[in-house]
């Protein structure tokens, strides 16, 4: 987790890149960003911002609103790309339907997350990524780094990406580190909370009551199960032990 303590002790910290035409946006979550130990670069036009990234190459992560003037966010990323900057990209947007997450996705984006979510859950998303960069291998996903194969299903834990049957799944990072912790517990029952941890590193507290991350880790998984579904609509690896969490398996239907 980003916190001012772990963040503050790093001799050079992670650069992020801001870009928003929300004034008042940009800066609440660029001081939050700088208090939790980045450090931040915030931008209104995302014609500055790529003219920027051209010549400053520094950056370890950019954060992107998608609808902007002049350029709007994914034609940034676009040219982002065109122009050889492989910066991890992060979608900071109000528009929640499928469509935009697919394309962002599909266009290198390495997440897709809803202005409305509290500073928290961005926070936590954002250390996610940075720790996928680090060469140690820190941060609080559970993966050994190295690319994994069973099945069907190829796993590069560097980029993010999974494979199904020769075809790239549109995963979030989120939904990546879920597919990767049952994947290489391939065969065993994986509990609801050792999957939530995967993704916001153990602890961390979610929804109502005490178990209350149980309905998050049921919403991941659905999602999953559709990307999966959509290229393969045979598609049953995921199987549910109800009241304890679930498992990958690459033989027969859920339980």
Known sequence: M???????????????????????????LRNNLKDAGLDVLAFGDSRVALEHLKVDRSA??????????????????????????????????????PFYEETALADGAVDFIDKSRTFTIIQKRIEMILARGREDGGGTLDSSGEPLSIGHLELNPASCRAVWKGRQVDLTVAEFAVVEHLARNAGQDVRYRDLYNAVRGPGFAAGFGSEGYRANVRSFVKRIRQKFRDLDDTFECIENYPGFGYRWSSNGPPV
Not at 5 to 23: A, C, F, M, Y
Not at 68 to 75: F, K, N, R, Y
Not at 82 to 96: H, Q, R, Y
């Open 60 to 97: 370890t992560l950019a954060l992107l609103d998608w609808k902007m003037p002049a350029m709007s966010g994914i034609e940034l990323l676009r040219k982002m790309r065109e122009a050889e900057i492989d910066v991890p990209v992060v979608f900071l947007t109000v528009l929640g339907e």
């Open 2 to 28: 980003v916190s001012k303590g772990s963040q503050s002790k790093d001799v050079n910290p992670s650069r992020v890149i801001l870009v928003d035409d929300d004034d008042m946006f940009r800066e609440a």
